[in-house]
């Protein structure tokens, strides 16, 4: 790991997904804070978007499908519109990696055992090597605590690996790109 070129995935931070979530302003600041790393490193920065079919509340254009206040694409960075829980399901994100030479995914964002643990497994298929921001991700209470749900992510997608790739579980401020 650690080899090739490296990018930064945002998933889902929205203000729908982000609505309610454990420790939200602690994980935002974490986001925003791997943001600017990625910016100054010069890093590809890929934006990722769920939208919901017309009249759903994360629906293109509604108040919830925009991002949250403070995470603003510049032009040079990539919005990509998923409607999946996989972020490269009928999506172009694959597609606009391998334009960029990426090999490495460093990942961020919103609802840990929905959008971030099936894009982290997704990755690996994709042939990705993937390191997940330990303290960059975030859900809401569910059948267990959100706080349970994102130990226990962190915790199994430790040891999710192909015998190409694996995926490392790193705090934000141990993140190489």
């Known amino acids: 790991m650690g080899e ?61 499908w925009q991002f949250a206040p403070g995470i603003t694409p510049r032009e040079q960075d990539i919005v990509i519109y998923k409607r999946a829980a996989d972020s490269f399901y009928q999506t172009e994100l694959q597609e606009e990696l391998q334009k960029r030479g990426v090999t490495h995914l460093v990942v961020v964002g919103v609802r840990t055992e929905f959008c971030i643990d099936t894009t982290c497994r997704a990755a690996l298929s994709q042939g990705f090597d993937v390191t997940l921001v330990e303290d960059g991700h975030t859900t809401v209470d569910g059948v267990y605590t959100a706080e349970q749900i994102i130990n226990l992510h962190n915790s199994t997608l430790r040891g999710v690996k192909t015998p190409e790739h694996q995926i490392a579980i790193v705090k934000a401020d141990k993140v190489i790109f």
Do not use: C, H
């Not at 420790?23 to 790393?37: A, G, R």
């Open 4 to 64: 090739g070129k490296s990018s930064l995935l945002v998933i889902d931070v929205q203000l729908g997904p982000l609505w309610g979530t454990y420790k939200k302003d602690e994980t935002f600041s974490v986001i925003q804070k791997m943001i600017v790393k990625a910016e100054r490193e010069n890093v590809p920065v890929f934006y990722i978007q769920f939208e919901g079919p017309k009249g759903d509340l994360l629906a293109r254009g509604t108040q919830f």
